[in-house]
Every structure is written in structure tokens, then in C-alpha cells.
């Protein structure tokens, strides 16, 4: 079992950046792929973003591609969510899930076995 805790929400002007970062207990960090999702409200959860177990494999939203980059640190059981030129849109809680299949990465949030709280984002027009 892993326990997942997000920081690094706040509130910042459409064109700002922020940086999500999300830390994991246990030791088998490694063994869990990792993904971003958001929910804004009267919305849907939906998917941000995605990265391998390795790290070697990264998905994204078309929504955020381009602008949002995921990374982690199996080092320091951390998985990270750098969002630069943010808009009003990207305003929602943001979540960061681990999955631990075998298989490859998955979009989708009922895959995902571990939830963090959520970390609110709001972006000011």
C-alpha cells in the first residue's frame, strides 16, 4: 500500500506557472506507474497526465501538452507536475494516483488503486 500527500497548489495569474510535487510512503514507489488528474467544479475527474514506473514514458492531455511536464524521483518517492502558462481553464483540486499494474500506463482514473487528497489550483484571468 502507498499513501500519496500533493503540495504545492495555490493561487496564480493566467501565464504563471506552479509546480505540484506529490510524495509517497513505502518502498515500492518504484513499482507504481503515476498519474495527474483534476476536477473542476460541477466537472468530471479527468486525466492530466501519466509517467512510467522507469520514468522513461510520459503521457498527456492534449489540453496540457506542451505546457504541463511530469517527472519523477524514485529516489526520493516523489512524482512532480511542473505547469507553466496556465489559464483560467486549468483551475480544479489536482490529484496525484499511483497504479500499480503490471501492464502499461493507463488515462484512465478507475486503473489507479491510491489517491492522494488533492492540492486546489486557481488560475485568475
Known amino acids: 500500500q502507498v499513501q500519496l500527500v500533493e503540495s504545492g497548489g495555490g493561487l496564480v495569474q493566467a501565464g504563471g506557472s506552479l509546480r505540484l510535487s506529490c510524495a509517497a510512503s513505502?518502498?515500492?514507489?518504484?513499482?507504481?506507474?503515476m498519474g495527474w488528474f483534476r476536477q473542476a467544479p460541477g466537472k468530471e475527474r479527468e486525466f492530466v497526465a501519466v509517467?512510467?514506473?522507469?520514468?522513461?514514458?510520459?503521457y498527456y492531455a492534449d489540453s496540457v501538452n506542451g505546457r504541463f511536464t511530469i517527472s519523477r524521483d524514485n529516489a526520493k518517492n516523489t512524482v512532480s507536475l511542473q505547469m507553466n502558462s496556465l489559464k483560467p481553464e486549468d483551475t480544479a483540486v489536482y490529484y496525484c494516483a499511483a497504479d500499480r499494474r503490471i501492464i502499461g500506463v493507463s488515462r484512465a482514473s478507475s486503473e489507479y488503486d491510491y489517491w492522494g487528497q488533492g492540492t486546489q489550483v486557481t488560475v485568475s484571468s
Open positions: 509517467i512510467s514506473r522507469s520514468g522513461g514514458t510520459t
Open positions: 513505502g518502498r515500492t514507489f518504484s513499482s507504481y506507474h
